[in-house]
């Protein structure tokens, strides 16, 4: 799994066991990557990208995936069977019936030996859907015990158990508008959200964000960078203002959204790495009535992935792993491109 934010690559090893209808999970092992210096510049410039530079681009990620896959396999001595690829989202513009996720899964497969599923999204904007979020149909069936589940990754994505009917849905951008306007002073991030705690609210830009017209849709809906380059970090207005306030208007609009679909009282788990945001999980508990659950440090970093290796779990058993519900779809379906590595002649 490597999320919007595309800080790194995250990999679990994970065992299911399919019992009566219950799954239950094992994390056997994990292991994160750095994404080297230039492949991460050319993601960043991947929606302004030549076709061709766009396709080379695409290999290489698969290539990168492939060989981390493949040094985890060796050093681990893992029998995992597939591989359940995520990919590192392009563009996301389901309106227009068009996703990508970088990240070939050819490549992934000959370069690692083993089978991939990825693609995960497109069978469902097909039917008709936003083919995302995928996760909640994952919360449904891994983390139940909560009333709703919340992921603080480059977006924030919300599933809510505790209705007649499943629901997950984008809320709006999280860690890839803090860390925009953290590069501006040359950081990668706001650690523990310290220079966004500094700062004053913009009161005129807060309620800018806030009248977005993405905030008043009814889900289904999901985004891409693309809104958020379009709809913030491309208006020239957020450059004269200080940066430790630009974080902190940014924060205190993070949590107002969130705020408002956790407005019920019940338990939720917080995941993503903006959990680790103390000033924004500070400004959350104060917004939200819904009691925020940290867990353990291996399923903040972690849940993303297993939820997508439970994804290709399913598809490999030939079974449902998307809910319409959530991604409004005509149907449901059991989604995802599975990609055999190359047979020796």
């Excluded at 790194?8 to 065992?15: S, Y």
């Excluded at 050093?75 to 597939?82: L, Y």
């Excluded at 208006?235 to 306030?245: H, R, V």
């Excluded at 959990?275 to 849940?303: G, H, Q, S, W």
């Amino acid at each position: 799994m490597c999320g919007t934010s595309q800080d790194g690559l995250d990999l679990a090893d994970v065992r299911f066991t399919f019992q009566e209808g219950k799954i239950c999970y094992e994390v056997t092992g994990k292991h994160s990557f750095d994404l080297p210096d230039t492949l991460q510049a050319a993601i960043r410039d991947a929606l302004t990208m030549d076709i061709l530079s766009f396709l080379q681009l695409d290999q290489a990620v698969g290539e990168f995936f492939g060989d981390a896959v493949s040094t985890y396999l060796k050093s681990s001595g893992s029998n995992a069977q597939f591989i359940a690829s995520h990919g590192i989202t392009s563009f996301h513009q389901p309106e227009a019936g068009i996703t990508h996720q970088l990240g070939s899964g050819a490549k992934i497969a000959t370069r690692s030996g083993l089978p991939v599923i990825n693609g995960f999204r497109e069978q469902d904007i097909a039917l008709g859907g936003q083919g995302a979020p995928l996760v909640p149909y994952c919360d449904q069936l891994l983390f139940h015990d909560y009333d709703a589940t919340l992921n603080l990754g480059g977006f924030v994505n919300v599933t809510l158990l505790n209705g007649e009917h499943l629901l997950g849905f984008d809320v709006g951008p999280a860690n890839l508008l803090l860390n925009h306007f953290a590069d501006l002073i040359e950081l990668t991030y706001d650690k523990g959200g310290e220079r966004a705690r500094r700062g004053q609210v913009i009161p005129e830009l807060l309620e800018a964000w806030n009248k977005l017209p993405f905030y008043q849709l009814p889900p289904p809906k999901s985004l891409g960078k693309e809104w958020l380059d379009q709809a913030i970090l491309n208006k020239a207005y957020t450059k004269s203002y200080a940066t430790e306030d630009l974080l902190h208007t940014a924060v205190l609009h993070i949590a107002e959204q969130i705020g408002k679909v956790l407005d019920f009282k019940g338990k939720c788990l917080v995941t993503g790495g903006g959990a680790y945001n103390t000033f924004l999980m500070e400004v959350l508990n104060e917004r939200c009535k819904t009691e925020l659950i940290l867990p353990a440090d291996e399923l903040i970093e972690f849940k993303e992935a297993i939820c997508f290796a439970l994804l290709g779990a399913l598809r490999w058993r030939s079974e449902q792993n998307t809910a319409s519900s959530v991604t409004g779809a005509r149907r449901s379906s059991s989604s995802g491109y599975l990609h055999l590595p190359p047979l020796e002649g």
